[in-house]
Every structure is written in C-alpha cells, then in structure tokens.
C-alpha cells in the first residue's frame, strides 16, 4: 500500500493504539480489532478546511453586506450651521431704575461706573421655543452673586429657566438685593454681613439687580432655557456650532442691562457673522 511519490500521513488503528503511517495518497483506517483486511477511507482533511474557509468568507460578506445596508438606509442627521461673531460694549454710565428709592423715601443718585463691563452674555435661542433640544444642565443647580466689596460679583449670570440664585452678604455692612423687572420683580429686605437670601427665576429674559443702600451697585441675570450661550469679554469672538436649521434671536446683554436682538435665519450649513455693539 506503500507509495514513494506520496508522504501523507495515514492513521493506522490497533486496538486501542494509534500508529501513523505513509501509505498513499488517500487516508485510509485499518482496524486490526476485527479479523478484517479492509480499508476504509477517511474524510479528506484539505477538503474539510477548504469548506470551512469558503463559508467564513460567506458569513463575512453577509455581514459586510448589512453593514453596508445599515449605513445606506439610516436616517441622515441635519446638516449643523453655525454663528460667530464679536461683540463691543461702549463706554457708558448705568443707571438703575426710574424709581431708585430707599425705605426711608429719600431718591438715590443714578450709579456710576467709570469703565465698561467687561463681560457680555451671548444667548442664541430659537424662535420657535418647541425645537429647543433637552438640556443636561440642571434647572435647580444653585448659582450665587454675592455682595462684596459693595459691589455684585459676579455682575452678570447666565441662569437656566428654573434656576436658583443665592445672593449672599460677604460685607461687614448691611446690603439689600431688588429689581423691578418684569421676569421677576423681588425685594429681599436688608441682611447683614454672613446672610444669604434666594430667587428662582422661572421666565426668561433679563432681570436687573440693584441694592436699595447702594446706588452704584448694580447687576444682571440673563435666564433662558436655550443651551446655546456664552459670557464672552467685550472686544472678544464668539461662537455657536452644530445649530440646526431654522429662525434664531441672537441676544446680547451686559451687566448694565443694555440688550441687543439680531434676528438670524440658518440654513443647514450655513453659517453667519455678526458684529454687536452694545451702548450705542
């Protein structure tokens, strides 16, 4: 059974022992535990590994195909568009509300600042409030504006709707907070130095702070429920990416309360440049 031209290996079964043999071009099993001479051919290992390979490449180009398949019938995202722009505060004197008056009736004198602020809160809000996207930052997260050096400090917030403001009194004299504005009109009274008082501010839009004891203190909190917005320095660059498509107001507001609207229309893709001036 012995062939020279052929070296494959061929497994010789005795009993219970397994000899390996060269005999010829096809395997065969001889089985001496039978009074037997035949021979048995076994499965051709080359065969075997030929059809594994074959249907692994199969299985791949199935899932090659509906991968390619996912790709092309997916829903396609809406192209982003984007704003910049810079935005300037001019020099000007702020004033606090037409009745600036203390509990004890006396009119106080309009306050006074000798350079401009220095910050400037950039909001983009839709013009339809319903395709608003969710927002992660939490409604209820506390942000603080405290009295010191008789002065707010920060001067100017940006709170989401449903935000909360502390206002405490880390001066060794007694401050008050209150505004008039239509958003939220407050009065929190008179505290001393170690004090804290709180607003929510349910509706957007801006409201402007003052202290009744001092005229020159003065302060203003942006509220809006858009998460697109920035305080950005005056002089400085602004910019808002992956905006969809649609009408946008584009605000701008210091701590003084001076606001400037740019209304914005936005292409998928496009993308506009706009130059603020504040104070004019």
């Excluded at 509220?223 to 498509?245: C, E």
Aim: hydrophobic share 40%; aromatic share 8%; with cysteine.
């Amino acid at each position: 059974m012995s062939n020279s031209k052929h070296h494959q290996y061929r497994k010789l079964i005795c009993g219970c022992q397994v000899f390996r043999v060269t005999i010829g071009p096809v395997p065969y099993i001889k089985s001496t535990a039978l009074d037997t001479k035949e021979f048995r051919p076994l499965a051709d290992t080359h065969l075997v590994g030929s059809r594994e390979s074959e249907e692994s490449g199969m299985r791949m180009k199935t899932i090659l195909f509906i991968c390619i398949a996912l790709v092309a019938f997916a829903p396609a995202k809406a192209r982003a568009a984007v704003i910049t722009g810079t935005v300037t505060v001019a020099q000007r004197q702020a004033t606090p509300p037409q009745r600036y008056v203390t509990r004890s009736g006396d009119q106080q004198g309009h306050a006074t600042q000798a350079t401009p602020p220095t910050l400037v809160a950039i909001v983009v809000e839709p013009v339809d409030a319903g395709t608003l996207p969710s927002s992660d930052v939490a409604a209820d997260a506390q942000q603080v504006m405290a009295q010191e050096g008789t002065a707010f400090v920060p001067n100017l917030l940006i709170v989401p709707q449903g935000g909360v403001v502390s206002f405490p009194n880390h001066d060794p004299i007694f401050h008050n907070v209150f505004s008039y504005s239509s958003i939220k009109s407050f009065d929190l009274g008179r505290y001393p130095r170690g004090e804290s008082r709180t607003v929510t501010f349910n509706t957007p839009g801006v409201a402007r702070i003052f202290c009744e004891i001092h005229a020159s203190m003065y302060a203003s909190i942006v509220v809006t429920a858009s998460p697109w917005h920035s305080l950005v320095p005056s002089g400085s660059k602004f910019t808002f990416t992956d905006l969809p498509a649609g009408d946008y107001h584009v605000l701008a507001v210091d701590a003084a309360g001076r606001l400037s609207t740019t209304d914005v229309t936005l292409a998928a893709d496009a993308s506009r440049s706009l130059t603020v001036v504040l104070g004019n």
